[in-house]
């Protein structure tokens, strides 16, 4: 994530997540097992209470969903990610 291009907000607006959402393909599904999800949303939620409380509530969002983890939640962490890489 050091040569990421930074992002200046954390969500979009028009980002829907839920634990419904399905994959197009399966070798989406398998690629999507091997993110470090669980320890990433937890760094993000140290963050949130120490440093960064401006990302609260899309962290919010993202931990609520640990289960049933979708493409779609990933790329809502690594936005996030850029976000706090840019400011």
């Known amino acids: 994530m050091?040569?990421?291009?930074?992002?200046?907000?954390?969500?979009?607006?028009?980002?829907?997540?839920?634990?419904?959402?399905?994959?197009?393909?399966?070798?989406?599904?398998?690629?999507?097992?091997?993110?470090?999800?669980?320890?990433?949303?937890?760094?993000?939620?140290?963050?949130?209470v120490g440093i960064r409380p401006n990302v609260t509530i899309v962290v919010g969002v993202v931990a609520q969903i640990f289960n049933n983890l979708k493409l779609a939640h990933w790329q809502v962490v690594k936005s996030l990610l850029k976000y706090l890489q840019g400011s």
């Open 2 to 48: 050091d040569a990421c291009n930074p992002i200046i907000t954390p969500l979009e607006i028009d980002v829907k997540l839920s634990q419904n959402q399905s994959f197009s393909s399966k070798k989406k599904e398998f690629e999507i097992a091997d993110v470090p999800y669980n320890r990433v949303v937890s760094i993000l939620r140290y963050c949130m």
